[in-house]
């Protein structure tokens, strides 16, 4: 099949997936780009179409991607690299598109297993922020990620790109009440941590080895004082020089690293 016009229905249709809204109803997203189209056929994501332009041709990976897509049952869409710069959500696209299904979690997917970290993350607004936090937190060991009500959309292109292809694999979850997961998780027996430039104790002292809900809050505000009343501890991370504030991205880097040590060393 070959689609060469921006005016073609299916490609008007995809370019609505650039908005919250369409990703909403349809519970479909873009996942653009060489790795992330990899990593989600790696993952067994349902990926509803493929859209390849000459610009893919120059891939040196072009024949590895191909071998992997010829294995499923997806409709591979020849296309201009016109079309796909229409689609793209990027300055100069690699040529390759992948238009994907939502995966949804349940809770229960967050208490599996062995207790670990989970992270709670209070209306992030910076999609940067939450990709790059997803993709720490897969390499942290993290169990999985709670994001409150307000919090930037999972499914943004920027969280996509950011994430590396981890939002294929970690377990994410959205609720309605922040104050109600807080409550559930400590009745299940979780150490709720958050942090607060206030907080009386540094992210070292703490014991992070069991299981223990990691609170960040909005960028700018931080955690409100209804979620701050809930924590079982309020921690800092300490900063010389001028410096009042970190990125929560690196702020949430650290943490999640600081357990990930406490736990190796435990064995």
Known sequence: MKITSRANPLIKSLHLLKGREKRRESDLFICEGLKLVVEAVKC??????????PRFNESKIKGVILDRIDGLNVNVINTTDSVLDYLSDTATHQGIIAVVKKRFWREDDLFKGDYGIIIFLYMLQDPGNLGTIIRAAEAGGVKGIVLAKGTVDLYNPKVV????GSIFRMPIIRIDSAVDFIKKVKGLGY???GLFP?????YFREDLTGPIVLAFGQEGS??????GRLMDVKINIPMTGSVESLNVAVSAAIMIYEGFRQRMAKG
């Open 198 to 202: 206030s907080g009386k104790n540094e």
């Open 44 to 53: 067994g994501s349902e990926i509803r179409n493929i859209l390849i332009s």
């Open 191 to 193: 150490r709720c941590v």
């Open 161 to 164: 790109r950011a994430s590396m």
């Open 222 to 227: 931080g955690l409100p004082d209804d979620i």
